[in-house]
Nanobody
Framework: QVQVVQSGGGLVQAGGSLRLSCAAS????????VGWFRQAPGKERECVAA????????YSADSVKGRFTVYRDNAKNTAYLQMNSLKPEDTAIYYC???????????????????WGQGTQVTVSS
C-alpha cells in the first residue's frame, strides 16, 4: 500500500500562486499515476490535472489550462501542482490521488484512484 500526504495550499489573493505537493510513502512512487481533484461547496469533485507514472503524459482541465502545471519527481516520491494566476473560482478543497498501473496513461476519473490525500483548502480572495 501507499500512503499519500498533501502539503501546501492556503489563502492567496487573486493573481497569486500556490504549489501543492503530494508525497507518497510505503512504496516507490513509480508505476503510480496521480490525479489532482478539487471540490467546491455545492459542486461535484472535478479533475483539474493528472499525470502518468513516468510524467510523460499529462492532462489539464480547460478551466485551468495555461495556469496550472502538474509534474512529478519520482526520485522524491512526490507529485506537484503548480497553480499560477489564481482566480476566486479556484477556491476549493484540493485532493491528490494515486493509482497503481503498469500503463503510462492518465486518468481523470476519481473512481480510478485507490489512494487519496487528506485534502487541502485553497482559498483565493478577490
Amino acid at each position: 500500500q501507499v500512503q499519500v500526504v498533501q502539503s501546501g495550499g492556503g489563502l492567496v489573493q487573486a493573481g497569486g500562486s500556490l504549489r501543492l505537493s503530494c508525497a507518497a510513502s510505503g512504496r516507490t512512487f513509480d508505476k503510480y499515476r496521480v490525479g489532482w481533484f478539487r471540490q467546491a461547496p455545492g459542486k461535484e469533485r472535478e479533475c483539474v490535472a493528472a499525470i502518468s507514472w513516468s510524467g510523460g503524459r499529462t492532462y489539464s482541465a480547460d478551466s485551468v489550462k495555461g495556469r496550472f502545471t502538474v509534474y512529478r519527481d519520482n526520485a522524491k516520491n512526490t507529485a506537484y501542482l503548480q497553480m499560477n494566476s489564481l482566480k476566486p473560482e479556484d477556491t476549493a478543497i484540493y485532493y491528490c490521488a494515486a493509482d497503481y498501473t503498469p500503463y503510462d496513461v492518465v486518468s481523470t476519473t476519481h473512481r480510478t484512484y485507490d489512494y487519496w490525500g487528506q485534502g487541502t483548502q485553497v482559498t483565493v480572495s478577490s
